[in-house]
């Protein structure tokens, strides 16, 4: 390389290793060229498998009609996301929960992912940020690229990182730090332990942020999973949060749109200068969702498109309920799979997560994830998720219980 190596942005060389579900292909890329005839079954990354609900398919179709006469076609959409999809995101998310909230404080965007990796460039790099340990790796990643967090310690934790242990000895429940800090990323139902937070913690995670000026940045992506009112569904059905959180939600997991694309962002207005700076962000560096998936996302959200969506989800939750059986009558011990579709498997004690992935995939032939590639505190532990194909999930608890 010609270009001078210490004008590259340093955060990424504090990086650890690859993106975890890049790595993850890696090995089964690496794996299946060495046995191309074998059938593999993966549980690994969270990707769904039901095909889009009805009333999606022929929204989509109705909106490429559209696109196709000189009077109806779309070009650039509005920069928050259409009305019609903000209202109907309103009705569908919101009034169903008692929340009141306003389509202008609603930003449409292309996935949670990249929403939730995105914000932080609203901050200053002196923020400190708290975040989970295990943790869905994009809040971490994205503040390491930002120079948030430090370096990397032998403990497998950044220097300027605050962690939130998510283990099952405080029943996954961390209280809030206990030291100061601005930015608090919080993923309910979690990903990676497939439990979710009472009102109770988040209440505690709200008055937190009152008192010491933080923001929560609050990831509901899997709150279509949540079987249980005790678990909120939203952030802002606590008392407060309006001042204190924004949320993002996402269509990927509830309605089967991880190939179609879209999302939301919710910045209240009393967040002010964040929601204003938010708005001027998305309208300088990006350019918006297709019309056509705006739609198909509007019908995911009408009365029919719910009801449809809840038997994919009820689908999922079957899987899950299945591998929860598995897992249990083979002796092992696991947690979630409740109100999420991830399972999180504790291996048997002083198996390394990385090791049992490769032993797994050797001798049953299915991928999941290893723990450790969520945080050091996932040594031990194991990701199962439940959006696999019915059969697919049946077959993969045959292999455990008879090959493992
Ligand atoms: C996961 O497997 O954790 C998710 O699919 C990742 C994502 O939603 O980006």
């Given at each position: 390389m010609n270009f001078s190596k210490n004008k590259l942005n340093r955060g990424f060389a504090n990086l650890q290793g690859n993106y975890l579900f890049a790595e993850i292909a890696r090995r089964l890329d690496s794996y299946r060229e060495s046995h191309p005839d074998h059938k593999l079954i993966r549980l690994g990354i969270g990707d769904v498998t039901r095909p889009l609900a009805p009333s999606v398919i022929a929204a989509m179709h109705r909106a490429v009609d559209e696109m196709a006469g000189a009077r109806t076609f779309h070009g650039y959409g509005p920069e928050r996301g259409y009305e019609f999809l903000r209202e109907a995101i309103v009705r569908a998310e919101y009034e169903t929960r008692g929340v009141s909230m306003s389509p202008d404080e609603i930003f449409v965007s292309d996935g949670s992912k990249c929403d939730v990796a995105n914000f932080q460039e609203l901050f200053s790099s002196?923020?400190?940020?708290?975040?989970?340990?295990?943790?869905?790796?994009?809040?971490?990643?994205?503040?390491?690229?930002?120079?948030?967090?430090?370096?990397?310690?032998?403990?497998?934790?950044?220097?300027?990182?605050?962690?939130?242990?998510?283990?099952?000895?405080?029943?996954?429940?961390?209280?809030?730090?206990?030291?100061?800090?601005?930015?608090?990323?919080?993923?309910?139902?979690?990903?990676?332990?497939?439990t979710?937070?009472?009102?109770?913690?988040?209440?505690?995670?709200?008055?937190?942020?009152?008192?010491?000026h933080a923001l929560i940045l609050f990831d509901s992506a899997y709150s279509a999973y949540i079987r249980d009112p005790k678990?909120?569904?939203?952030?802002?059905?606590i008392p407060g949060a309006r001042e204190v959180a924004v949320e993002f939600k996402s269509f990927s997991k509830t309605a089967g749109f991880t190939g179609m694309r879209c999302a939301f962002t919710v910045v209240p207005r009393e967040l002010g200068e964040i929601h204003d700076r938010w708005f001027r962000r998305c309208c300088t560096k990006f350019n918006g969702v297709s019309y056509v998936v705006q739609r198909a996302a509007e019908a995911a959200c009408s009365e029919t498109g719910r009801t449809e969506i809840q038997r994919d989800?009820?689908?999922?939750?079957?899987?899950?309920?299945?591998?929860?059986?598995?897992?249990?009558?083979?002796?092992?011990?696991?947690?979630?799979?409740?109100?999420?579709?991830?399972?999180?498997?504790?291996?048997?004690?002083?198996?390394?997560?990385?090791?049992?992935?490769?032993?797994?995939?050797?001798?049953?032939?299915?991928?999941?994830?290893?723990?450790?590639?969520?945080?050091?505190?996932?040594?031990?532990?194991?990701?199962?998720?439940?959006?696999?194909?019915?059969?697919?999930?049946?077959?993969?608890?045959?292999?455990?219980?008879?090959?493992?």
């Open positions: 002196s923020c400190r940020v708290a975040l989970g340990d295990p943790v869905y790796p994009v809040y971490l990643d994205s503040n390491v690229m930002a120079n948030r967090s430090g370096k990397l310690q032998n403990n497998g934790h950044y220097e300027r990182v605050a962690y939130l242990p998510f283990t099952a000895e405080n029943s996954f429940a961390p209280p809030p730090p206990s030291e100061k800090v601005d930015l608090i990323y919080l993923c309910s139902p979690n990903n990676p332990t497939g979710a937070l009472d009102r109770e913690t988040l209440s505690e995670y709200v008055a937190y942020a009152h008192r010491n678990y909120p569904g939203s952030i802002y059905e989800i009820a689908y999922y939750m079957g899987n899950a309920a299945i591998i929860a059986f598995g897992l249990r009558k083979s002796g092992y011990e696991f947690y979630g799979g409740e109100h999420a579709p991830y399972l999180w498997w504790r291996l048997p004690d002083g198996v390394n997560s990385f090791d049992f992935f490769d032993r797994l995939l050797t001798c049953c032939e299915i991928v999941g994830t290893p723990g450790s590639g969520f945080g050091p505190r996932g040594e031990g532990y194991f990701r199962l998720t439940a959006f696999g194909d019915r059969a697919d999930t049946e077959e993969a608890m045959r292999r455990i219980a008879e090959r493992l």
